[in-house]
């Protein structure tokens, strides 16, 4: 028999299904990442990421132009130089790519909010976040090198650095030395709790950072740990980090979830390159609707607690307005 204490929300009511949703996507809490090279008039597409291209400092201000006129308001910038060598020189060199993207951004768009990627992977010739020494990544070596990375981004004029290596200590060390610098506003968006994980691997063609030999266990976490990822979280707020992040996102609600209720920070997740490409390959072969998948995961994403997601699904969600 049917109780008759059943709830009568009527779903098929359109109306009452929005009254009543829980969780609302806002487009304004995404952040479009971008891949910046060197050159002139350069547009290459990555194979591995359909819809993301590398694109040149020229091309970069023409996509971000027409991307704030579809509604994005803020960026996160990644740098591949021409470049690598075994120090990752290019990650803090002041006319580096990302400090000469960050500048002519912050120029024409002065209400953009401009975010960068602090790490070496990008720049280093074995593809390692860190200074390799005896074939492994040294810690502390690592901290002066991210300092001066984050610091070269502070003065070529973004908003917000984000560090994303995992060293350990680097939140702390970074704050003290932006403010020592004269940047005690400039807020730190830590990849507080980032996985060791494939689903990076898009990004790695994308970037070329693939690590030429080993792998990054050493210093990103194993998936079969939650319990880590609360410490991991909670030293970060503890050095001063003002937004937490944890990255991927799909394959990690449970642990968006966790540290969402064990730190008041604002959190961000990372919808990484690999969720992306899955729903983009399985788009393009007819095998699911692409707006239907980005919208779906993007949803559960905030529903696990997240307040802001970096998502390259970003400038199709506000082109086609699809929330
Ligand atoms: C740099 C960095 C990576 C990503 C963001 N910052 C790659 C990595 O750790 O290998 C991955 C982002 C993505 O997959 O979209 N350390």
Not at 285 to 308: K, Y
């Amino acid at each position: 028999m049917e109780s008759p204490w059943r709830p009568r929300r009527n779903r098929s009511s359109r109306i009452i299904r929005d009254l009543t949703a829980e969780t609302v996507p806002d487009r304004k809490k995404l952040i479009m990442p971008y891949f910046v090279v060197e050159g002139r008039d350069k547009r290459e597409q990555i194979a591995s990421m359909p819809g993301i291209d590398r694109v040149c400092i020229d091309n970069l201000l023409k996509d971000v132009e027409s991307d704030m006129k579809a509604g994005i308001e803020s960026v996160l910038l990644f740098g591949i130089p021409a470049e690598k060598d075994d120090v990752g020189s290019g990650a803090y060199a002041e006319d580096g790519i990302v400090q000469r993207a960050v500048s002519s951004l912050k120029r024409e768009f002065p209400e953009l909010m401009v975010i960068t990627d602090v790490c070496l992977c990008e720049y280093t010739s074995h593809g390692h976040c860190g200074i390799v020494s005896n074939g492994t990544v040294a810690n502390d070596p690592t901290l002066e090198l991210l300092e001066k990375t984050a610091l070269s981004h502070a003065r070529a004029g973004c908003d917000m650095v984000a560090p994303s290596d995992m060293m350990d200590g680097r939140v702390g060390r970074i704050r003290q030395a932006l403010d020592a610098d004269g940047f005690e506003n400039l807020p730190i968006l830590s990849y507080a709790v980032k996985y060791s994980s494939a689903f990076y691997g898009p990004f790695r063609d994308a970037a070329g950072s693939a690590p030429q030999f080993g792998d990054r266990r050493a210093y990103q976490m194993d998936c079969r740990n939650a319990r880590e990822a609360l410490r991991e979280a909670l030293l970060d707020e503890e050095e001063g980090a003002d937004i937490l992040m944890v990255k991927p996102a799909l394959a990690y609600l449970d642990i968006i979830a966790a540290v969402r209720s064990a730190t008041d920070l604002p959190l961000c997740a990372y919808n990484v390159s690999g969720e992306y490409s899955m729903v983009k390959i399985m788009a393009a072969q007819g095998f699911g609707n692409e707006r239907a998948l980005a919208v779906e995961i993007l949803t559960s994403i905030f529903r696990a607690g997240a307040d802001m997601i970096i998502s390259y699904h970003t400038r199709d969600v506000c082109r086609e307005q699809w929330f």
